[in-house]
């Protein structure tokens, strides 16, 4: 970063310099940049800075009077089909999501062979067994995500 600012200052200075940079790094591994140096520092030798300008952007091609145009009836009539498939996966998705919900808060319920002596739930065995389970639900609500977002991109 510094080693960035000191170049961008020389540059927009704009003056010939001349000036050694030395690369230290201390024990603890943190690294400075000087032009005085010191134990542990490297000298870098860097490139000379361009100061030639940049070019600009080429200009946007127009499209070509042969590439196939789509009548506004035909592309609308395209939007609906897909926004209709859209919804019907949307709800169809999140159908998935409360069925997968359901599951878990079944699955969340310890079984009788997940019981220790005395009582006692053993946690490990019920997150192995319901971890498949949330899975599902985080699967189905980025899901949902994605479909809304699709969605929201529609004209």
């Avoid at 540059?11 to 940079?21: K, R």
């Avoid at 609308?76 to 997968?100: F, V, W, Y």
């Avoid at 310890?110 to 065995?125: D, F, S, V």
Wanted: hydrophobic share 35%; aromatic share 4%; glycine share 6%.
């Amino acid at each position: 970063m510094r080693k960035c600012l000191a170049i961008g200052f020389l540059a927009w200075a704009a003056v010939p310099a001349y000036a050694e940079i030395y690369k230290c790094t201390d024990r603890d591994g943190h690294v400075t940049y000087s032009n005085v140096a010191s134990k542990g520092c490297g000298k870098l030798n860097l490139d000379p800075i361009s100061s030639v300008p940049g070019t600009k952007p080429a200009a946007r091609t127009p499209t070509p009077a042969t590439f196939p145009r789509v009548e506004d009836g035909t592309q609308k009539a395209r939007d609906n089909d897909r926004k209709k498939i859209l919804e019907q996966e949307l709800t169809a998705e999140q159908k998935s999501l409360d069925d997968a919900r359901k599951k878990l808060e079944e699955g969340e319920i310890a079984l009788p062979q997940e019981r220790m002596q005395g009582g006692a739930i053993n946690q490990a065995k019920v997150q192995e067994r319901v971890q498949p389970l949330r899975d599902q639900v985080r699967l189905h609500e980025r899901n949902l995500e994605a479909i809304r977002k699709e969605m929201q991109n529609l004209r």
